[in-house]
Every structure is written in C-alpha cells, then in structure tokens.
Nanobody
Framework: QVQLVESGGGLVQAGGSLRLSCAAS????????MGWFRQAPGKEREFVAAISWSGGSTTYADSAKGRFTISRDNAKNTVYLQMKSLKPEDTALYYC???????????????????WGQGTQVTVSS
C-alpha cells in the first residue's frame, strides 16, 4: 500500500506560480510512474502530467504544456508539479496518483493509477 500526501496549493493571482509536492510512503516509490490530475467543481477529474519511474519520460495535457513541469526526486519519495503563468481556469483540486505496476510506461488515463492522494486546492484569482 502506498500513501500519497499532496501539499503546496494555495491562492495565487493570475500569472503567478506555485509548486505542488506529493510525498509518498513506501520503499517501492522509485519503481512507480506518477501522475498529477485535477478536478474543478462540477467537472470530471482530468489529467495534467505524468512522469516515468526514472524521470526520463514525461507527458502533459495540452493545457499544461509550456507552463507546467513535472519532476521527481526518488531519494525523497517525492514528485513535484511546478506551475507557472497560472490562469483562473487552472483553479481546481490537484491530486497526485501512483501506478503500482513497477517500471511501467507513462499514462494519461485515470484508470492506470492505483493510489491517490487527498488533493491540494489551487485557486487562481483574476
């Protein structure tokens, strides 16, 4: 079992930046692909970014390309989402997720992920 705890959310003005962190428990974190998703009120949870177990492969939603960067530090069991040029439409609850298949590929589908955190709120004011 893996536990994920997100942090770093908050209130920021449009154009600002935030860095989200997701701390994972367990010794197998370094073998998992990790993803970030978000859910705005009244909307489906949507993919934001994902990173392979080694950090060597990443993929982004079109809405995140050029503004968000996903990274990981396996020594710290932590995955990050650096967000820049934030827009009001980025307002959502942000979740990190882990794919428990070891040394797997990078996926954008929610169904590929087995473990989820509780989320951290990001609010971007106009």
């Amino acid at each position: 079992q893996v536990q994920l705890v997100e942090s770093g959310g908050g209130l920021v003005q449009a154009g600002g930046s935030l860095r989200l962190s997701c701390a994972a428990s367990g010794r197998t974190f370094s073998s998992y692909s990790m993803g970030w998703f978000r859910q705005a009120p009244g909307k489906e949870r949507e993919f934001v970014a994902a990173i392979s177990w080694s950090g060597g492969s990443t993929t982004y939603a079109d809405s995140a390309k050029g503004r968000f960067t996903i990274s990981r530090d396996n020594a710290k069991n932590t995955v990050y989402l650096q967000m820049k040029s934030l827009k009001p439409e980025d307002t959502a609850l942000y979740y990190c997720a882990a794919d428990r298949r070891p040394y797997g590929l990078v996926y954008a589908s929610r169904n590929a992920y087995d473990y989820w955190g509780q989320g951290t709120q990001v609010t971007v004011s106009s």
